[in-house]
Nanobody, 114 residues
Framework: QVQLVESGGGLVQAGGSLRLSCAAS????????MGWYRQAPGKQRELVAT???????NYADSVKGRFTIARDNRKRTVYLQMNSLKPEDTAVYYCRLATTVEYWGQGTQVTVSS
């Protein structure tokens, strides 16, 4: 069983930065695609950014140029650096690990005040 533990959320003013972390248990991390998703109140969960086991990245248009996803295979951790935050970035952010199965973290709240 894989466990994903997210951290780094919080309250920040618009224009500020946060870095989210997601630590995974198990060596499956090395083979997995990792992703960050978010869900705002009353909205569906949406993709923010993904990174493959080989390091290829993909971003939602709404965060391109502001957010950066990265992974550290030695630490089995994926990061989401979020800069120039906007109030519309407010959401619960979830980490996802995917191989032939998928696992989700418990989520971490990010609140951006105007």
């Amino acid at each position: 069983q894989v466990q994903l533990v997210e951290s780094g959320g919080g309250l920040v003013q618009a224009g500020g930065s946060l870095r989210l972390s997601c630590a995974a248990s198990g060596s499956i991390f090395l083979l997995a695609a990792m992703g960050w998703y978010r869900q705002a109140p009353g909205k569906q969960r949406e993709l923010v950014a993904t990174i493959t086991s080989g390091g290829s990245t993909n971003y939602a248009d709404s965060v391109k140029g502001r957010f950066t996803i990265a992974r550290d295979n030695r630490k089995r951790t994926v990061y989401l650096q979020m800069n120039s935050l906007k109030p519309e970035d407010t959401a619960v952010y979830y980490c996802r690990l995917a191989t032939t199965v998928e696992y989700w973290g418990q989520g971490t709240q990010v609140t951006v005040s105007s």
